[in-house]
Nanobody, 124 residues
Framework: QVQLVESGGGLVQAGGSLSLSCAAS????????MGWFRQAPGKEREFVSG????????DYADSVKGRFAISRDNGKKMVYLQMNSLEPEDTAIYYC?????????????????WGQGTQVTVSS
């Protein structure tokens, strides 16, 4: 069973940047697509970004396209989310997720494993 641990959240002013990291351990990483989801207060958890197992393909929610960038380092078993031009609407708990099946696409529809989440707060 893979364990996922996020880090890098915090408080930032609108227009600022944050970089999230996700460290994987205890399970298979390299053959799975990875992604980031978020959940704002009173809202459902939503897909933010995903990256294929090779790293060749990425996908983004329309709301973050052009502002966020996902990447992975298979050697270090790490996934990253660079968030730029942050907006108050980006305030949420951000979760790292591993796909439920290997060799999937960058659009994770059914996550199989979750991290504990990291809070991102963007002030206006």
């Amino acid at each position: 069973q893979v364990q996922l641990v996020e880090s890098g959240g915090g408080l930032v002013q609108a227009g600022g940047s944050l970089s999230l990291s996700c460290a994987a351990s205890g399970g298979t990483f390299i053959t799975y697509a990875m992604g980031w989801f978020r959940q704002a207060p009173g809202k459902e958890r939503e897909f933010v970004s995903g990256i294929s197992w090779t790293g060749a393909n990425t996908d983004y929610a329309d709301s973050v396209k052009g502002r966020f960038a996902i990447s992975r380092d298979n050697g270090k078993k790490m996934v990253y989310l660079q968030m730029n031009s942050l907006e108050p609407e980006d305030t949420a708990i951000y979760y790292c997720a591993r796909d439920s099946r290997p060799y999937g696409s960058s659009r994770i529809n059914v996550p199989g494993s979750w991290g504990q989440g990291t809070q991102v707060t963007v002030s206006s």
